[in-house]
């Protein structure tokens, strides 16, 4: 019994020792813990205007190129940060790259019902939903419709 004590008391010690070092790393070092958490904006090369995640696809397609890679270069990121793509076995979605990730969001917002969809929106749908078309591919609707 007393062997039994010994140990919880030694167990709860070292817990008490690991919430006691944690909390005062995060006191002494909240920019440290902030920093995976934050957002980081992409400034895109030339004075290009930052693009959201609220805006819609008629304003994508109307966005410059360098604002465009720069959204996607952010998007890729949390992409990549997030646990939800380690459970995608699509090679095709594993392989996407930044400038991958802006043709899936160009092949989305080529289908005109989708122009009215926000761009986070698209960012998340459109790998998965365009992985295993070819790079490049534009859809257009026919006229009158």
């Known amino acids: 019994m007393q062997k039994l004590l010994n140990s ?3 167990n ?16 002494l070092n909240p920019e440290e ?7 980081r904006v992409v400034q895109p090369q030339n004075g290009a205007p930052i693009l959201s995640g609220n ?8 966005a410059l190129s360098d604002s465009k890679i720069a959204f996607c270069n952010e998007a ?9 793509q380690s459970y995608i076995i699509s090679s095709n979605v594993q392989s996407l790259t930044a400038s991958g990730l802006c043709d899936r969001i160009d092949q ?3 289908i ?15 790998p998965l939903l365009f992985a295993d078309t070819p ?4 859809y257009s609707q026919p006229d009158g419709q």
């Open 55 to 62: 805006i819609r696809g008629d304003e994508w397609l109307k």
């Open 76 to 84: 890729y990121s949390a992409f990549r940060a997030s646990p939800s």
């Open 108 to 110: 989305y917002f080529s």
């Open 12 to 27: 709860l010690t070292v817990g008490i020792l690991v919430v006691t070092l944690l909390v005062l790393n995060l006191i």
């Open 33 to 39: 813990v902030t920093a995976a958490t934050s957002r």
């Open 8 to 10: 919880l008391i030694s």
């Open 112 to 126: 005109e019902e989708n122009l009215e969809s926000r761009l986070g929106t698209a960012a998340a749908i459109a």
């Open 135 to 138: 790079l490049g591919t534009k």
